[in-house]
């Protein structure tokens, strides 16, 4: 059997075969990891959450208008809106690691900005 003749009476098929089971390879590879990563996030144990979370009411201080600034991320690019002294605000605190919802100073351990939630506002970033 002369392979020239063999290989010639196989034509494109034989390609197309080759390159469709690449493609189903291909795919159950994505699927097998989708899938696994699917039953890890499932597994896995979201440990923040085992901490218990505090809701304590935030004194701000009395100052003069417009009062303090709130931001809208901790970078401090952009005002969100200015909080009083007559205003109820919030902040949350986690039981184990206390400066989880806060940005602290390395050297203090003092807070720099917290996160504050005020009905009827927002929520964002106050510097302290």
């Keep these: 059997m002369n392979p020239e003749t063999s ?12 390159a469709l089971w690449r493609v189903v390879r291909y795919m159950s590879f ?3 990891s989708v899938f696994a990563a699917f039953v890890y996030w499932k597994l896995a144990p979201a ?3 085992y ?16 009062g303090f600034p709130v931001y809208w991320t901790y970078e401090k690019k952009a005002v969100r809106f ?6 109820q605000c919030f902040h949350i605190r986690d ?7 806060a940005v602290t100073d390395p050297k ?3 807070y720099l900005q917290l996160l504050i939630f005020c009905p009827g506002k927002g929520s964002g970033w106050i510097v302290l």
């Design 108 to 110: 203090d351990s003092i």
């Design 51 to 66: 901490h218990g979370l505090d809701i304590e009411p935030y004194q701000i201080p009395a100052v003069s208008e417009p």
């Design 82 to 87: 200015h909080v009083r002294a007559e205003d």
């Design 30 to 32: 994505i699927a097998a």
């Design 47 to 49: 440990e923040f959450w």
């Design 95 to 101: 039981r184990e690691k206390p400066d989880s919802f």
């Design 7 to 18: 290989q010639h009476r196989l034509g494109n098929g034989a390609k197309c075969r080759t």
